[in-house]
Nanobody, 130 residues
Framework: QVQLVESGGGSVQAGGSLRLSCAAS????????VGWFRQAPGKARDWVGSIYSGGGYTYYADSVKGRFTISQDNAKNTVFLQMNDLKPEDTAMYYC???????????????????????WGQGTQVTVSS
């Protein structure tokens, strides 16, 4: 059973930065996607971006491209979401999710915003004030 724990959320002013962490445990496959999602009150959950474990290829939603960066520390089984130049519209609960890939699956499928993820963290709140 894969377990994910997010941390790093908080309150910042517009233009500020935060770094979210997603620590994973209990997974066995070396090839997987980790996605970041966010959900604001009363709105649907949106895909923010993803990383493919093999090579660390990253993919982003247009709304965060150039401001957010996803990275991984394989030694710590942790994926990070560095968020810079934060805007009030970035305010949301942020979730990470984990999806294992089969042996022959193309890693580029991690770029699919609609990819189904089997495992989810509990979320961490990000609040950006103007």
């Amino acid at each position: 059973q894969v377990q994910l724990v997010e941390s790093g959320g908080g309150s910042v002013q517009a233009g500020g930065s935060l770094r979210l962490s997603c620590a994973a445990s209990g997974y066995s496959k070396s090839r997987y996607c980790v996605g970041w999602f966010r959900q604001a009150p009363g709105k649907a959950r949106d895909w923010v971006g993803s990383i493919y474990s093999g090579g660390g290829y990253t993919y982003y939603a247009d709304s965060v491209k150039g401001r957010f960066t996803i990275s991984q520390d394989n030694a710590k089984n942790t994926v990070f979401l560095q968020m810079n130049d934060l805007k009030p519209e970035d305010t949301a609960m942020y979730y990470c999710a984990h999806s294992e890939l089969s042996t022959y699956a193309y890693g580029g499928i991690c770029s699919d915003p609609k990819r189904a993820y089997a495992y989810w963290g509990q979320g961490t709140q990000v609040t950006v004030s103007s």
